[in-house]
């Protein structure tokens, strides 16, 4: 079908635009030299808007028309026909905002974290207060443009989360909020777990060897990707065959750099698992980003924190750091990289403390954009919630409200995915223990490829083709549910503090 | 005026995709993973074919139309008039082939590149030939669309050098040949200069600390570029502010990483040195190859091979390689790393031989697109003038008329830069050590920044304003003379061989 021929010729030139677009990003937080940064930065610019463009063309809206019109859309191919479909979405989503609204915001944005990352340093929340109140506002004239069912929130989860929504939301939170406060409330009862030798001093040559090593162990594919260093870790994809992974190093400790670098893994191996056939499509990357997410935390808690795995990979750490380690038994070491404390930083949370860190930045961003909570009175509502769900209250805004970067960067209705993730994670990996007697042993065995392929086959291999929702009811059986995180968190933790 | 505007729009779209390309090629050539080949070589296909449709497309030949007609062109400024002109050749060389014929050309190119590297491999002139004749059939056709005044090979010179023609190149090769003959038959009579002890053992690490240093030590700009590993070195701009080099490293010697690495200094410090104000204009590059190269063969040759320099830079050499070189006094390193030998390999040739090779080139390329010279008697006819020229015949084609990839990609016209640039450059010395008399204690003494920002003012700074030609008389004061080079060669040379 001719038709069809051009929507995939214009997508594929959308998607070597994005390709070029990804390699200067991926460039730019590895190697690029300081003075290539204003003009990296307009040359960025310009190829992002050329691939919107390309994307809201009246060309693409003529196109999409056409094949989605009930005549043509009957002699499509299920691939085509979810082409059609999912690429008509980000048109749609793409042409609803009015583009001197998506200007003024990408600029208000821009300003935005410059502003933030100043008020972060002073710890001083009044100066980024403003910029925080444009953002809502144009969020808000913005959720108008996409439009909605029940609630406005519901338009920005949709932007990273399709098919999610407020309401959704609010039954898992309503059932794993009491749960996780209780549980960690009996842990938190009991003395606590020795880390203290996960301090020291680790070369960077081991730490990146051991890095590497736990790549290939989840089974990152090198020659299909490489492994750098940059200041915030990220993956990133480049193009079919070229899926890249980056990592930190401390001298001082090596867990987070370590289980970072895994972090990065599964979602790395979610890319280089996506099928061929969706190459240059706009459909070869995750199903959105709590599915992704849910790749990540799978290999870098379910698997890169279990006994079964560590019963294998331990050795290679203590090999790696023998002076610290030698003397550190398997089981004060997994005991150790499980220790569940309140803290005031998120990305520092433990698996039992994760979700309510995002439960409570949900609640509060919903009540900002419902206009239910004044930006002035956010920094009092963030305490009160940390001191509701753990029992402490950061010492400063710096350490509370103004920790993370996704509001100033206008990303609201992100953080859910976080969550999300970490319950996709699960209940995945639950039909996978059932489908896959063996799993426990062959992952104590160092043996993850039947895991691989089973996420490939359920999961990676699909891209964007389906919904979250259908991805996970094909994969799993069934909707979405708390239930297996609860069952999972419960049963690692209380075993682990002997309850 | 608003179509000046217009145009400047224009080249920084053409520029912005030049430099994703760009940054593919070194990415290609650096860290690519080996699976994203295929995706990497669509993308650049694609990119590529997007800024070339830029150049050529209507609106471009508007504007300049518009803007090189009388009344408009009045009102330019000095550097708006050398745009429109320098673009404008660009334009009209570009529009010159009809596009089936330039996609026929890239393909032949790039097939024949392919059945070269197989021919140079078995020694097997005969299966490359039907790809050479292809090609100068090809180039025989172009040549005729491009249009020239004299003789058709000019068409293709000015490919590299614009307003470069046979019949200057016949010149300067009439009065530099006989010279170099004789120079070299006299050096020969004496007895071979020892250079046993630059073969060894050389650590990459070491060999990499070296190249760094040298690169600091010409005025390299690590902070708007850097240093990486490749198989065949190259520098690379990827914008203003980014120009980066190239080198490899072999364990058994180092003199050409280390000369390699600073004949690519020599062409970054060129891109470095470009006016900020030619950003984004395509005249932000060399003013030729020859041009390019003599910025390079400068630094590689005039400075790098001279006592002065190594009188500073030896010492360095002999820390970074205390084992082999301890004992080896300065004038016996210089001796060595000047050493003149007849040899097969141009790109291992000395700076007495190394125009030999291009004349040679020169002359057999002429002879091949003016059907002076059959194909099949290629072979012979380059091993006749080798041995006219050196008194040596290659043992095999692959060390003989098979060594460069030059014609196998359809580059004829591009050897004669390489001598040019030795040419350029010692006449741009030439004059540097008139205006700057205490230039040789300066070199003697590792400082390079009086000349480097005498080369900045003279030649880097105007990107491509002027023609190589005009540069070359604003720089030197009269036209190109190989009288500087012939000077050169036989008083260093006849002070290192004692004559």
Redesign the interface.
Known sequence: MEVVKRLKALL??IS??N??VS??HW?QRT??????????A??LG??SALSFRKLISPEMGELLETLSSKNDSTSLSDLEAALVRVVKHDYEKAKAIPPELYQKFVITSSKSQTAWEKAKKENDFASFSPYLEEILKLLREMVEFYGYEEDPYDALLDNYEPGMTTSKLEHIVSELKPKLISLIENLSAHAPIDDSFLKGKFSKHAQKKLSMEALKCIGY??????L?ETIHPFTIT?????V?VTTEYKLSEFIASLYGTIHEGGHALYEQGISPEL??TLLDSGASMGIHESQSRMMENIIGRSYEFLSFFYPKIQRAFPKTLKDVPLESFYRAVNKVKPSYVRIEADEVTYNLHIMLRFELEKALINRELEVKDLPDAWNAKMNEYFGIVPPSDSLGVLQDVHWAGGMIGYFPSYMLGNLYAVQFFNSALQEIPELKKEIAAGKLSTLREWLKEKIHKHGRIYKPEELCKRATGEELSPRYFIDYVEDKFRRIYGL
Chains 1, 2 share one sequence.
């Not at 190697?31 to 990296?40: I, N």
């Open positions: 594929k030139e070597v635009i390709s070029s390699l200067m460039d190697y690029m030299p300081s003075k290539g940064a204003e003009t990296r307009e040359a310009y190829l594919d090198f020659n299909a990707g490489r750098d480049i193009g079919t065959g070229d890249r190459k240059w």
